[in-house]
Antibody, heavy 117, light 108 residues
Framework: QVQLVESGGGLVKPGGSLRLSCAAS????????VNWIRQAPGKGLEWLSY????????YYADSVRGRFTISRDIANNLVFLQMDSLRVDDTAIYYC??????????WGQGSPVTVSS | ESVLTQSPGSLSLSPGERATLSCRAS???????LAWYQQKPGQAPRLLMY???SRATGIPGRFIGSGSGTDFTLTINRLEPEDFAVYYC?????????FGGGTRVEIK
């Protein structure tokens, strides 16, 4: 069965960086769209970025463009989210989610990120 | 960016009742680009509906999606105890994917 597993979250100081990983099994990250979506404590879902299937196309929400970078390692079936210049309001659970375009059919369990001094 | 406004913010209903959730877009959305998700406390969201009215794998028939243009509705007929959760709509009509703010369906 399809499984997406995030890792790399944790506590970081404002201005710092983290790289989240999304490891996929029974799911080819080259054939599907993979999104990063976050949820701040007690808040709703916020889409951040996706990387397109079979292309290098990437898109970002305005809130993270220029600070976050999505990429993938096809050989190891991984998708990454490099997060730089982190702010306190980036504190959230970060999910990777994949599927066909616009459809987040498969979700990971989430990786918590806390930005605090 | 297409803004999605969900209403009501919360809904208090009893098991067996019908829930009607609304999602309004700030610009016209193609039907193929509207999805709904369900999220229970402490869990990742789950895909419910895509393409407005297509149910995802394993979703029971009491969940019905409808609408077009800028107005979309998720109807849950005969609420079951496991249906009490938060529901989000999502559009992917533009490269800026967005979610609505969510509707919480609570047990009355």
């Amino acid at each position: 069965q399809v499984q997406l597993v995030e890792s790399g979250g944790g506590l970081v100081k404002p201005g710092g960086s983290l790289r989240l990983s999304c490891a996929a099994s029974e799911f080819n990250v080259l054939d599907k769209y993979v999104n990063w979506i976050r949820q701040a404590p007690g808040k709703g879902l916020e889409w951040l970025s996706y990387i397109g299937s079979n292309t290098r196309t990437t898109y970002y929400a305005d809130s993270v463009r220029g600070r976050f970078t999505i990429s993938r390692d096809i050989a190891n079936n991984l998708v990454f989210l490099q997060m730089d210049s982190l702010r306190v309001d980036d504190t959230a659970i970060y999910y990777c989610a994949g599927g066909d375009y616009g459809i987040a059919e498969f979700w990971g369990q989430g990786s918590p990120v806390t930005v605090s001094s | 960016e297409s803004v999605l406004t969900q209403s009501p913010g919360s809904l208090s209903l009893s098991p067996g009742e019908r829930a009607t959730l609304s999602c309004r877009a700030s610009q016209t959305i193609s039907s193929s680009n509207l999805a709904w998700y369900q999220q229970k406390p402490g869990q990742a969201p789950r895909l419910l509906m895509y393409g407005v009215s297509s149910r995802a794998t394993g979703i029971p028939g009491r969940f019905i999606g409808s609408g077009s243009g800028t107005d979309f509705t998720l109807t849950i007929n005969r609420l079951e105890p496991e249906d009490f959760a938060v529901y989000y709509c999502q559009q992917s009509a533009t490269s800026q994917v967005t979610f609505g703010g969510g509707t919480r369906v609570e047990i009355k």
